[in-house]
């Protein structure tokens, strides 16, 4: 299995800001997934992130505002851009089992995000 | 397009009763079909999938989920509850089109009362 980790766990930051999220794991991996889950609510995928290529993106999310960076096989990051009180939400890295797509996926612990 | 509908919001069960959760999915070509966990202030764990086989899929926690492929089923279940799985739980399908993308289901609420 893989262990995920993502700084920072939570923030409060003010409209207009930015914060970028960062997610760790302890194996290298092709594949790496940012959603977004309102809490208590189910889970919405922000983009598909490969190491060496620009991410993918699902509709309703632009690269301007959510960039996202894949430096190596360990590591990505989530710009969360010019936020509003509507990007109040948890984000979740995650990771394809044994780099899979047919296997289930692991998550990190989320960001638990608050824009004033 | 694929899909899953989970028609409970909440599911509520004494402790020591069986519980079942609902899923349907919607998917052209094999599913692939999951079940994750979220405990209160906690990330996402996976429970149990289907890829192919037996249609009775054994997972961790002593829950077991059923693959039904006539109703494209894949409910959820536990011969006795304990107040200790009280959490939120996802249905969840891949399949490949397009790309293999999870899609979530809405999630169901379980609350098991002592």
């Known amino acids: 299995s893989a262990v995920i980790s993502q700084k920072p766990s939570r923030d409060i930051c003010q409209r207009g800001t930015s914060l970028t999220i960062q997610c760790q794991v302890d194996s290298q991996v092709t594949m790496m997934f940012w959603y977004r889950q309102q809490p208590g609510q189910s889970l919405t995928l922000i983009a598909t992130a490969n190491q060496g290529s620009e991410a993918t993106y699902e509709s309703g999310f632009v690269i301007d505002k959510f960039p996202i960076s894949r430096p190596n096989l360990t590591f990505s990051t989530l710009t969360v851009s010019n936020m509003s009180p509507e990007d109040s939400s948890i984000y979740l890295c995650s990771v394809d089992s044994g780099g899979s797509s047919y296997n289930e996926q692991f998550f990190g612990p989320g960001t638990r995000l608050t824009v004033l | 397009a694929q899909s899953v509908a989970q028609p409970e919001d909440q599911v509520n069960v004494a402790e020591g009763n069986p519980l079942t959760v609902k899923c349907t999915y919607s998917?052209?070509?094999?599913?692939?079909l999951f079940w994750y966990v979220q405990y209160p202030n906690r990330g996402l764990q996976f429970l149990l999938k289907?890829?192919?086989?037996?249609?009775l899929v054994k997972g961790s926690y002593g829950f077991e989920a059923e693959f039904n492929k006539s109703q494209t089923s894949f409910h959820l279940k536990k011969p006795s509850a304990l107040v200790s799985d009280s959490a939120l739980y996802f249905c969840a399908v891949r399949a490949n089109t397009g790309g293999f993308k999870t899609i979530f289901g809405a999630g169901t609420r379980l609350f098991v009362k002592a």
């Open positions: 289907y890829i192919t086989g037996d249609n």
């Open positions: 998917v052209s070509g094999n599913p692939y």
